[in-house]
């Protein structure tokens, strides 16, 4: 089944604590991103990758790594996580190179609660 | 000012109502517009596009764009009780930079 896993599906932690969290996606997709979802914000994006070793920022990367070493995996990494990090995540890939929009095939999610 | 502006709602139907769900926009270089579809703890899935001003329709959903009003709606008709979720508007310029609203929660009353 074609899809995108992201793990733990929930997380608790502290501040200053550093976290992974990671992202697979086996659809062979070269595009994956990150997106944090809060209540009247919507999605907003924080890194994405259009293909091995090559990342970029998006809207709100502060306090946020990424590494993207194989095709497959792309996960998300707090340092020094703190509480205005508090949200929903989302891993998200597609496949550029095909005419039309963007589809992108969204994980789970990751709700993550720094105390 | 935000990108794409969309009502938080929430929004109560009954079944079989008309749901109209819509969103604005300030970038005139979208090119693309999109409608995601999130159930409760899942993530968005895309529901339809379009490209290009006027109707898309598929199935008993509409999707409606005015580029001079820079206006998207989504119209679901004879609505069910699994249409509730979140409903996310998406813009983008073509470059997987995709601009998304704050999404309008649906609830389809049985």
């Known amino acids: 089944e074609a899809q995108v896993t992201q793990n733990p599906r929930y997380l608790i932690t502290v501040t200053g604590k550093k976290l992974t969290v990671t992202c697979s996606q086996n659809?062979?997709?070269?595009?994956m991103s990150w997106y944090r979802q809060d209540p009247g914000l919507g999605l907003r994006q924080i890194y994405y990758s259009m293909n091995v070793e090559v990342t970029d920022k998006g809207d709100v990367p502060e306090g946020y790594k990424v590494s993207r070493k194989e095709k497959r995996n792309f996960p998300l990494i707090l340092e020094s996580p703190s509480p205005n990090q508090t949200s929903l995540y989302f891993c998200a890939s597609s496949a550029p190179g095909r005419t039309g929009p963007e589809k992108l095939f969204f994980g789970s999610g990751t709700q993550l609660s720094v105390l | 000012q935000k990108e794409v502006e969309q009502d938080p709602g929430p929004l109560s139907v009954p079944e079989g109502a008309i749901v109209s769900l819509n969103c604005t926009y300030s970038n005139s270089a979208f090119q693309y517009f999109m409608w995601y579809r999130q159930y409760s703890r899942k993530g968005p899935e895309l529901l339809m596009y379009t490209y290009s001003s006027g109707n898309k329709e598929d199935g008993r959903f509409t999707a409606q764009v005015d580029k001079s009003s820079k206006y998207i709606s989504l119209f679901i008709r004879d609505s069910q009780p699994s249409d509730s979720a979140t409903y996310l508007c998406a813009m983008s310029l073509g470059d997987y930079k995709l601009s998304f609203g704050a999404g309008t929660t649906v609830t389809v009353r049985a």
């Open positions: 659809m062979n997709h070269e595009y």
